[in-house]
């Protein structure tokens, strides 16, 4: 006979929301599914640009925004979703981030890390 541990693991998973301090615990709701995706996209797309920057050196925000038909604006602001603290990226991917915190949200956010958990009121990691 062999015995094998095993526990199933629950249908649910329950996921710790990182709460802003403004926000009740009681009150917290995570990110929508459908922004929670467009976030993980356009992290994914500023960084693919910035790699593109980086090592192309005839790249440049007009060239990228010409060619995938969008505003230098865009380009300039998904960029910037590169910089993103990891654990706010792995908060994303895993759906932890609350309600609201979105592209727009976190698209205009420092370089530091530590700034970005104060702008958006969370606690550092």
């Known amino acids: ?25 009681q009150d917290a709701r995570a990110i929508r599914s459908e922004n929670r995706a467009l976030l993980i996209s356009s992290i994914a797309r500023g960084r693919r640009w910035l790699n593109e920057l980086i090592t192309d050196p005839t790249a440049n925000a007009e060239s990228i925004a010409t060619r995938d038909s969008c505003s230098v604006r865009k380009v ?7 910089f993103l603290a990891p654990d706010l990226v792995k908060a994303a991917i895993e759906g932890r981030l609350p309600h609201g915190m979105g592209v727009v949200r976190l698209a205009d956010l420092p370089a530091e890390w530590s700034r970005q958990h104060q702008m958006l009121g969370l606690p550092a990691q």
């Open 76 to 82: 300039n602001m998904t960029i910037s979703l590169a």
């Open 1 to 25: 006979m062999l015995k094998v541990p095993w526990h199933k693991t629950p249908l649910r998973r329950r996921r710790e929301i990182l709460v802003p301090a403004s926000v009740p615990p």
